[in-house]
């Protein structure tokens, strides 16, 4: 298993719980940007930096994506390909996606761009707090146990 970051809009302290991941499980991250992000000194830890432009980065690890690989965004349609592609994906709140769920996500984002185009404002998403950090960092260690009992069956 690989770990992919949607890193343009991952937010540090994700990042920083990824990074120690990577040292402890020497998993390998590789973190996905239109622009450049500085990263620990570590054989574990990756950055592809890719050109700027719609979808580049969503794009580019779509394609580098292997079934059971992980990856980390808030983006619905790129979780969408991802679980259509057979990997896992986990938002940087915790909240891990479905075959089920998925489709419902991506029903609602599509619902809520509609209204923003209308004119009604929807707000935006809560700021990230620390219950939103623990609940990725159990999310995390939860899907990491599994594949890890997966592997030794």
Not at 57 to 73: F, P, Q, Y
Not at 111 to 138: C, H, K, Y
Request: proline letters at 4%.
């Amino acid at each position: 298993m690989q770990i992919w970051v949607d890193a343009d809009a991952c937010p540090k302290a994700i990042k920083d719980i990824l990074f120690r991941m990577a040292e402890r499980t020497a998993i390998t991250i590789t973190l996905v940007a239109n622009q450049y992000l500085q990263t620990p000194p570590s054989r574990h830890i990756k950055f592809l930096q890719v050109k700027s432009g719609f979808d580049m980065a969503d794009n580019e690890i779509v394609k580098r994506l292997s079934v059971g690989d992980l990856v980390i965004t808030g983006d619905i349609p790129l979780a969408y390909d991802v679980i259509s592609k057979g990997g896992h994906a986990i938002n940087p709140r915790g909240e891990r996606y479905t075959q089920d769920s998925i489709k419902e996500r991506l029903a609602m984002r599509d619902l809520m761009e509609t209204l923003r185009a209308s004119g009604i404002n929807s707000g935006g998403p809560a700021v990230l707090n620390a219950r939103d950090i623990q609940a990725f960092a159990n999310q995390l260690d939860k899907l990491l146990t599994q594949q890890g009992e997966e592997k030794t069956r």
